[in-house]
């Protein structure tokens, strides 16, 4: 266990309908990760968020945003939802410092 | 696109030592090496990573070769909840500390 934890745990939503994920960071970590997993894919980075500020983005159109919250836990947001979107979506987090990553157990998305 | 390549998948008997090979012929000097593994779509767990040196935890040993193109992760005595997916991973240096995973090998441990 990473300390890292996820909600939901699973979702179904429809297509052009909304979705947040949430995420709660491992105690004394203070930026967080999001990547997004296709089926038979390896995760792919979608952003970073270090002191509530986004810290570089993968390769995904801005209907995917994000939010990080003073107590480093975060949201993704993805508007518009497309059936491609639906994956496991992970979230990691780390110290800006140390920089290992360790990922929460996913959320998984359906778009139907 | 990944820095590594890896075998697709490899067999491995129980209580024997597992070898996973992986090649990153283009990593700079001042980039990491990381191994994660990912047991039927949980999450990816975090397993060793390095530098230069090879390194060792309570999980498994990472060697690297002297001109780190190349690295092996070895689990010295697989057990069966050792299959999974293991990922060996260049972690790209800069401001972003992004992961970049390739495919991946599938490790089966047969009893």
């Known amino acids: 266990e990473t300390g890292v934890t996820q909600s939901p745990t699973h979702l179904i939503k429809t297509r052009g309908q909304q979705v947040t994920l949430r995420c709660s960071s491992q105690?004394?970590?203070?930026?967080v990760s999001w990547y997004q997993q296709a089926l038979g894919q390896g995760p792919q980075f979608i952003f970073q968020?270090?002191?509530?500020?986004?810290?570089g983005r993968g390769n995904f159109p801005p209907r995917f945003s994000g939010l990080q919250f003073p107590n480093y836990s975060s949201e993704l947001n993805v508007n518009a939802l497309e059936l491609d979107d639906s994956a496991l979506y992970l979230c990691?987090?780390?110290?800006?410092?140390?920089?290992?990553?360790?990922f929460g157990p996913g959320t998984r998305l359906l778009v139907l | 696109d990944a820095k590594t390549t890896q075998p697709t998948s490899m067999d491995c008997a129980e209580g024997r030592a597992a070898n996973l090979p992986c090649n990153h012929s283009?990593?700079?000097?001042?980039?990491?090496v990381y191994w994660y593994r990912q047991i039927h779509s949980q999450g990816p767990q975090y397993i060793i990573h390095?530098?230069?040196n090879n390194e060792t935890n309570e999980m498994a040993s990472l060697i690297i070769t002297e001109d780190r193109k190349s690295s092996t992760l070895i689990l010295p005595h697989a057990t069966l909840r050792d299959t999974a997916v293991y990922y060996c991973?260049?972690?790209?240096?800069?401001?972003?500390?992004?992961?970049?995973f390739g495919t991946g090998t599938l490790l089966a441990v047969q009893p």
């Open positions: 990691a987090s780390s110290d800006i410092l140390l920089e290992t990553q360790y």
């Open positions: 105690s004394g970590h203070n930026t």
């Open positions: 968020y270090y002191r509530e500020e986004e810290n």
């Open positions: 283009t990593i700079s000097g001042n980039e990491y």
């Open positions: 390095g530098l230069k």
């Open positions: 991973i260049v972690r790209v240096g800069g401001a972003t500390n992004k992961l970049i």
